[in-house]
């Protein structure tokens, strides 16, 4: 079967169910009682006879600016924050404060109200919320909890996968997702929420049966200038919890006390690793790891559940999936899902696509991994991971960039993390997107120290001379785009997989290239 956003059904809105659903500040335009809604979008591009056109505003334009091209092409009404100076009198114009939380609120009754009948999981932090996302949609469906899943840049519902163009969509499109979910017999919907849906509103109004903490490293300061304005984003997720809700935190990571801090005791969940900080003050209900033993291929473990321990393996290697896999395991708990029913089903999940994902099986004398790292603390953690894994590893190369249009600060620094914790690093482009490749990696090289490291802008060529050079125990790491399936460059995204490179490469280069190897001697 296939789905798309665009076959969701959808019930139409009379005037009075519109009005209903916004709190409006002044109405102009036709208001008879002939108004029906048959679509909602905030692109005019995509504006039928019939159309709510939302104008939002958005980072690079005005929505306000293309109200006059929405109704050209036959919108029925249109919601913002200014009426425009020439109104057109065969259109229903509804001011509101906010049009983002007017497009949630529209979108929810729009498509049936669907997001009230799925228990809804949002995972925030930095890093780990796909691989945890993508844990706790696995175990629940392996235990009879039908779930679909929302993140980066994928929707997935049963066999059916749907491209999104964001970690989290617009509200209408997310609503539209839910109706779908509904529609396959789901009974659950586990959503990444990134900070910049949560201040965008793309949220708004929902109701999470379970709201989960990772970390909160540097990320995203172009968007929120200071780390405590990045926190306070993440925070509201927790905001939005159902009155039977519970919430799920890291607490090793020290910002679980300010992001639990509005949530009462009894619905709190903390997760810890042996050795890790002390469980938050208000927790009421604890859930621990141990790590037995590492291996570049998996980690066992023992999760210590309130009435028993039960030791696991899982395919998933390092500390950092060690704590994604405990808090998915306190979602399970929260869901009255048995300690065995948990770890049976999280110890059958192999890899998570993009994600500390084994490209090479090791039968070429090295082993090859790729990782969408692309915040320091991501790259440095892997990296660590990766140099302290078993068996020994004789070198570690590290092929990476930065994305282009993105927080600049953080170049240098994961130029530094790089040349400090590999043998061989190869900067390369990641998505320049609009800026210049060759000045993105200038800032990268700010950081580097040592001399163990040479610049290759096309990010093919980067990954054919990492792979000629390797040698027996070597283990390579291509980082930054993960599960991504193609490369965007000066607004076109171009087919581009580091996964299909790779594979290539090792097929033609199972020998290596002495000459190439030896530029980064």
Not at 139 to 157: E, F, K, R, S
Not at 434 to 449: V, Y
């Amino acid at each position: 079967m296939t789905l798309s956003i665009k076959s969701a059904r959808r019930q139409a809105l009379h005037l009075d169910m519109l009005l209903d659903a916004v709190d409006s500040l002044a109405l102009a335009g036709e208001v008879g009682q002939g108004v029906v809604v048959r679509d909602i979008t905030i692109d005019s591009r995509e504006v039928l006879p019939g159309s709510l056109f939302v104008a939002v505003r958005g980072y690079c334009t005005d929505g306000h600016r293309f109200m006059s091209s929405a109704v050209d092409r036959g919108a029925a009404v249109v919601i913002c924050e200014e009426f425009p100076p020439d109104m057109a009198p065969s259109c229903l114009y509804i001011q509101v404060a906010d049009a983002r939380k007017a497009l949630a609120e529209v979108a929810r009754l729009f498509y049936g109200n669907a997001a009230d009948r799925l228990k809804i999981i949002g995972v925030t932090g930095t890093n780990g919320k796909t691989t945890t996302a993508r844990l706790i949609t696995a175990m629940l469906n392996a235990n009879g909890i039908p779930a679909g899943y929302i993140g980066t840049n994928l929707c997935q519902i049963g066999e059916c996968d749907i491209p999104l163009d964001r970690t989290t969509p617009e509200a209408h499109e997310l609503h539209a997702l839910f109706t779908l979910m509904v529609e396959a017999g789901c009974r659950a919907a586990v959503m990444e929420v990134s900070s910049h849906a949560l201040v965008l509103q793309r949220v708004y109004g929902i109701r999470f049966h379970a709201a989960l903490f990772t970390n909160l490293t540097r990320e995203h300061l172009d968007f929120h200038t200071t780390m405590d304005e990045y926190a306070s984003a993440k925070q509201q997720l927790f905001d939005q919890l159902a009155p039977e809700g519970f919430a799920v935190f890291n607490s090793d990571d020290s910002f679980a006390v300010q992001m639990a801090s509005r949530v009462a005791p009894e619905k709190i969940y903390c997760c810890t690793l042996q050795g890790g900080v002390p469980p938050l003050a208000r927790c009421r209900h604890h859930v621990e790891a141990d790590i037995l033993g590492s291996t570049l291929a998996s980690s066992r473990v023992a999760l210590h559940f309130p009435e028993r321990v039960i030791t696991m393996q899982v395919g998933l290697p390092g500390s950092f999936n060690v704590m994604n896999v405990l808090e998915a395991a306190a979602v399970g708990v929260g869901m009255a899902l048995s300690p065995e029913e948990i770890c049976h089903s999280l110890s059958a999940i192999t890899a998570v696509d993009g994600r500390m994902e084994r490209v090479s099986d090791g039968s070429q004398g090295y082993s090859v991994f790729v990782d969408y790292a692309h915040t320091p603390d991501a790259l440095f953690k892997v990296l660590e991971t990766l140099r302290h894994l078993k068996p020994a590893v004789s070198r570690l190369v590290v092929v990476f960039g930065c994305g282009g249009n993105r927080d600049r600060s953080k170049r240098p620094a994961m130029g530094h993390i790089a040349s400090e914790a590999a043998d061989v690093v190869i900067l390369t482009s990641d998505n320049p997107r609009d800026e210049e490749p060759e000045r993105i990696l200038d800032e990268i090289e700010r950081g580097m120290t040592g001399a163990h490291y040479m610049r290759i802008s096309d990010r093919a060529e980067a990954i054919t001379w990492a792979v000629a050079m390797l040698r027996e125990g070597d283990v390579l790491l291509v980082a930054g785009k993960g599960h991504e399936r193609f490369q965007e460059i000066a607004g076109v995204k171009y087919p581009f997989s580091d996964q299909e490179h790779l594979l290539r490469n090792m097929r033609i280069n199972g020998a290596g290239d002495p000459a190439k190897e030896s530029v980064c001697r």
